[in-house]
């Protein structure tokens, strides 16, 4: 309920960066299910990634390549997602393999796959 009646409203029109909250509540919105399906449909189910190397990987991922905290009026633009595999995923957030932490590693990897509700 929250996650619905926050998605498209408030964030689209305000912009701003969004609180750790609004992006939990981003990812299990049925508007970013229904996107995720569309963008990887739209990327033939493969990593956009592997595939300018040559190889063929299913995406399981959907990236905000513009970070969905710091623009989220981007949060549902189609130009500013790009379906990845998990590895490639990876690399594009360094920031995770730093953590040391286990438990912060899991949040935060919850909290970038969008794959909480897949
Ligand atoms: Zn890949
Ligand atoms: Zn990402």
């Known amino acids: 309920m929250l996650a619905r009646a926050i998605a498209v409203g408030i ?3 305000e912009g ?5 909250e ?7 919105s049925k508007e970013w299910r229904r ?6 449909r739209r990327d033939h189910y493969q990593c956009q990634l592997c595939k300018r ?18 623009y989220p009026e981007l949060a549902l633009d189609d130009d500013n997602l790009i379906s ?10 360094p920031e995770k393999a730093e953590a040391t932490n286990k438990y912060r590693y899991r949040k935060h990897e919850d909290r970038y796959s969008g794959e909480r509700m897949a």
Not at 35 to 40: E, H, N, Q
Not at 84 to 93: F, I, P
């Open 35 to 40: 996107k995720k399906k569309a963008i990887l």
């Open 53 to 70: 190397y040559g190889r063929l990987t299913e995406a399981k991922i959907v990236h905000h390549k513009l970070e969905l905290a710091e």
């Open 11 to 13: 964030w689209l029109i």
């Open 84 to 93: 990845v595999c998990r590895a490639c995923h990876n690399k594009l957030h």
């Open 16 to 20: 701003g960066n969004m609180t750790r």
């Open 22 to 28: 609004e992006t939990e509540a981003f990812y299990v």
